[in-house]
């Protein structure tokens, strides 16, 4: 392609030793249990992963980021940690897990650690050893154990819930046999929150940085980055004086409450990130924090985990208007912190984009679901609708031609944005949520948590279709953990591989250009004169226009490189983006 917009190419060697690398990065996410299943038991791993590099490479990503691979009962997903310095012996062996890297990095992909420091699993040697211990020990220190309330310490020590619903506090047995004391957890009970108060659980938790960093480990996502600092003194507020007190809408916006988004959390990620900077490139971190946007900055700062993640998009209606006051708000953010912004429609905890723009009310992350729970829970439950755990969509009222046309535009414009691009596994095939799992076949705790209400968040993590036809699609030899519907068949990667137009040709153009045209992270909006027609420029002669309308819009001079859908006489249709690159 010759065009004014086009960059020397960088050798996979110079973009690896860029200290720089993630500010534009493309990131892949991988659930590993349901990437590729190389031992044919139904669940994905390491070996899978190694095997599939070669797509990984020739889809054009940056990076990839692995959701938790360490010892887990899988409570939670992996989000439930026996052992945070080994790898799942169902997902392979540490040595797996080295050759996974190094193929990884010779293809010039990065790799991103998951890594769960809010709580560890119940199986983790030092729960063990806390319920074994007498209370008051230094063995139930490294968690948080009350005693409860009540005449014999029958009731909890506060009325909070946690974010899979049913109370924060679960009661133990005392090692003599007796009901004892109460540990907190946030999320499922399987999930006991650590006391980062204790030195020992620093300490711990610097040793694993320092595991993965020397493994080769490039980068880490941090999970409920905002979770770890707690203040539970006496007296514990009642959840409904802390709805009393939150700012609206808003939630708490001032670090006051008990347990998200606490000041002294920052005080951990200083220590990470000197840990961080004595390595070569530095590694990188990007905090999972659902906050308020106005606290957003202090965990992508550079003396923190210098990148946050940034879910306004992801909780957008399909929206003209609301894309721009997002898009200009959260540049604006990150040029202050000097990070970059990141940017993402898609992940393992949310209805695909591709479902959530075919529903009726255009996108917003609960619409047309019954999410009953709110992770930004600085804000009391359910205030504004806006949900982190969700039900699965109701089927009959989505328009499935509608919703991938509208997730394909959407994914064109944002990986037009300066900042990082994070992707999720399977979207790049264009899948839509999965609703027909039957109950007898659910695996996320918030739907065993919550009956009735919840469905959970298993539509999204069922295994990817590789082929049209096996067991299970090529995932693997045999049936996979959840069961994929008859529908997947046709967004197989053997089904789109070489087609024009399929929605993985067209990830695998978009993201190559994209490395290509990727300079300066500046954006200037152009005026079209249609609200609901966005179109912007980046350096170089780069313009995205995306058509949020009805009617057909003309789109500027130039060489159309990439749209998301056919362009109409030339003109750009409704609910589709293109790239044009002003003629040298
Ligand atoms: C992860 C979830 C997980 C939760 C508890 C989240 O932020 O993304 O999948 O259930 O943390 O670890």
Same mark, same amino acid.
């Given at each position: 392609?010759?065009?004014?917009?086009?960059?020397?190419?960088?050798?996979?060697?110079?973009?690896?030793?860029?200290?720089?690398?993630?500010?534009?990065?493309?990131?892949?996410?991988?659930?590993?249990?349901?990437?590729?299943?190389?031992?044919?038991?139904?669940?994905?791993?390491?070996?899978?992963?190694?095997?599939?590099?070669?797509?990984?490479?020739?889809?054009?990503?940056?990076?990839?980021?692995?959701?938790?691979?360490?010892?887990?009962?899988?409570?939670?997903?992996?989000?439930?940690?026996?052992?945070?310095?080994?790898?799942?012996?169902?997902?392979?062996?540490?040595?797996?897990?080295?050759?996974?890297?190094?193929?990884?990095?010779?293809?010039?992909?990065?790799?991103?650690?998951?890594?769960?420091?809010?709580?560890?699993?119940?199986?983790?040697?030092?729960?063990?050893?806390?319920?074994?211990?007498?209370?008051?020990?230094?063995?139930?220190?490294?968690?948080?154990?009350?005693?409860?309330?009540?005449?014999?310490?029958?009731?909890?020590?506060?009325?909070?819930?946690?974010?899979?619903?049913?109370?924060?506090?679960?009661?133990?047995?005392?090692?003599?046999?007796?009901?004892?004391?109460?540990?907190?957890?946030?999320?499922?009970?399987?999930?006991?929150?650590?006391?980062?108060?204790?030195?020992?659980?620093?300490?711990?938790?610097?040793?694993?940085?320092?595991?993965?960093?020397?493994?080769?480990?490039?980068?880490?996502?941090?999970?409920?980055?905002?979770?770890?600092?707690?203040?539970?003194?006496?007296?514990?507020?009642?959840?409904?004086?802390?709805?009393?007190?939150?700012?609206?809408?808003?939630?708490?916006?001032?670090?006051?409450?008990?347990?998200?988004?606490?000041?002294?959390?920052?005080?951990?990620?200083?220590?990470?990130?000197?840990?961080?900077?004595?390595?070569?490139?530095?590694?990188?971190?990007?905090?999972?924090?659902?906050?308020?946007?106005?606290?957003?900055?202090?965990?992508?700062?550079?003396?923190?985990?210098?990148?946050?993640?940034?879910?306004?998009?992801?909780?957008?209606?399909?929206?003209?208007?609301?894309?721009?006051?997002?898009?200009?708000?959260?540049?604006?953010?990150?040029?202050?912190?000097?990070?970059?912004?990141?940017?993402?429609?898609?992940?393992?905890?949310?209805?695909?984009?591709?479902?959530?723009?075919?529903?009726?009310?255009?996108?917003?992350?609960?619409?047309?679901?019954?999410?009953?729970?709110?992770?930004?829970?600085?804000?009391?439950?359910?205030?504004?609708?806006?949900?982190?755990?969700?039900?699965?969509?109701?089927?009959?009222?989505?328009?499935?031609?509608?919703?991938?046309?509208?997730?394909?535009?959407?994914?064109?414009?944002?990986? &037009? !944005?300066?900042?990082?691009?994070? #992707?999720?596994?399977? =979207? $790049? +095939?264009?899948?839509? /949520?999965?609703?027909?799992?039957?109950?007898?076949?659910?695996?996320?705790?918030?739907?065993?948590?919550?009956?009735?209400?919840?469905?959970?968040?298993?539509?999204?993590?069922?295994?990817?279709?590789?082929?049209?036809?096996?067991?299970?699609?090529?995932?693997?030899?045999?049936?996979?953990?959840?069961?994929?519907?008859?529908?997947?068949?046709?967004?197989?990667?053997?089904?789109?591989?070489?087609?024009?137009?399929?929605?993985?040709?067209?990830?695998?153009? &978009? !993201?190559?250009?994209?490395?290509? #045209?990727?300079?300066? =992270? $500046? +954006?200037?909006?152009? /005026?079209?004169?249609?609200?609901?027609?966005?179109?912007?420029?980046?350096?170089?002669?780069?313009?995205?226009?995306?058509?949020?309308?009805?009617?057909?819009?003309?789109?500027?001079?130039?060489?159309?490189?990439?749209?998301?859908?056919?362009?109409?006489?030339?003109?750009?249709?409704?609910?589709?983006?293109?790239?044009?690159?002003?003629?040298?």
């Amino acid at each position: 392609m010759s065009t004014s917009a086009t960059q020397a190419p960088r050798t996979d060697a110079e973009r690896m030793a860029d200290p720089n690398w993630w500010r534009q990065a493309a990131v892949y996410q991988i659930y590993p249990r349901s990437f590729a299943d190389s031992n044919g038991d139904g669940i994905g791993d390491i070996q899978g992963i190694t095997a599939k590099v070669p797509y990984l490479k020739e889809l054009g990503i940056d990076a990839v980021w692995l959701s938790p691979f360490y010892p887990s009962a899988l409570a939670d997903g992996g989000y439930d940690v026996d052992d945070y310095r080994n790898v799942d012996p169902k997902l392979g062996t540490l040595e797996d897990f080295d050759e996974m890297a190094a193929a990884l990095h010779a293809a010039g992909i990065k790799l991103v650690a998951d890594i769960v420091p809010n709580h560890s699993s119940d199986r983790h040697e030092w729960f063990k050893e806390a319920l074994a211990s007498p209370k008051g020990s230094a063995a139930r220190e490294r968690y948080i154990f009350r005693d409860g309330k009540g005449e014999n310490g029958e009731l909890p020590p506060s009325d909070w819930d946690s974010v899979f619903g049913g109370p924060v506090w679960e009661r133990i047995t005392e090692p003599d046999g007796t009901p004892g004391q109460w540990y907190m957890h946030i999320f499922a009970k399987e999930q006991p929150d650590f006391n980062w108060d204790n030195p020992e659980v620093r300490e711990d938790f610097l040793k694993t940085l320092r595991f993965w960093s020397d493994r080769g480990v490039d980068g880490f996502r941090i999970d409920v980055a905002h979770g770890m600092a707690k203040d539970l003194s006496e007296p514990m507020p009642m959840k409904a004086d802390l709805a009393a007190r939150a700012h609206g809408t808003d939630g708490f916006v001032d670090g006051s409450h008990p347990f998200w988004d606490r000041d002294e959390v920052h005080e951990v990620y200083a220590e990470w990130r000197k840990l961080f900077n004595e390595y070569n490139p530095p590694r990188t971190a990007v905090a999972e924090a659902w906050v308020h946007e106005s606290r957003r900055a202090r965990y992508a700062s550079p003396e923190g985990l210098g990148q946050a993640f940034n879910f306004d998009l992801l909780q957008a209606d399909f929206d003209a208007p609301s894309f721009r006051k997002i898009i200009t708000e959260n540049l604006i953010a990150a040029k202050e912190t000097g990070a970059s912004s990141t940017w993402v429609f898609s992940n393992h905890d949310v209805v695909r984009h591709a479902t959530r723009y075919g529903l009726p009310k255009g996108g917003s992350v609960a619409q047309g679901t019954n999410a009953a729970q709110d992770i930004s829970s600085t804000k009391p439950k359910g205030q504004d609708g806006k949900g982190w755990l969700l039900a699965g969509a109701p089927a009959e009222e989505l328009d499935v031609e509608l919703g991938l046309r509208r997730a394909r535009a959407a994914t064109l414009l944002m990986l &037009a !944005l300066p900042g990082s691009a994070y #992707l999720y596994q399977g =979207e $790049e +095939l264009g899948l839509r /949520e999965v609703t027909e799992i039957p109950d007898s076949e659910r695996q996320d705790p918030s739907f065993f948590r919550n009956p009735g209400v919840e469905i959970g968040r298993d539509g999204c993590r069922v295994p990817l279709p590789w082929t049209a036809d096996g067991p299970s699609f090529g995932f693997g030899q045999d049936r996979a953990h959840l069961p994929q519907p008859e529908w997947f068949a046709r967004y197989a990667v053997s089904e789109q591989e070489g087609v024009e137009g399929s929605t993985l040709e067209f990830y695998r153009r &978009a !993201l190559r250009l994209r490395s290509e #045209l990727q300079a300066d =992270e $500046e +954006l200037e909006w152009v /005026e079209t004169g249609n609200q609901d027609v966005l179109h912007f420029s980046r350096p170089g002669g780069w313009d995205t226009v995306t058509n949020f309308g009805t009617e057909p819009f003309e789109l500027p001079a130039g060489t159309v490189v990439v749209s998301s859908g056919p362009l109409e006489d030339g003109l750009l249709p409704a609910d589709t983006s293109a790239w044009v690159v002003r003629d040298a």
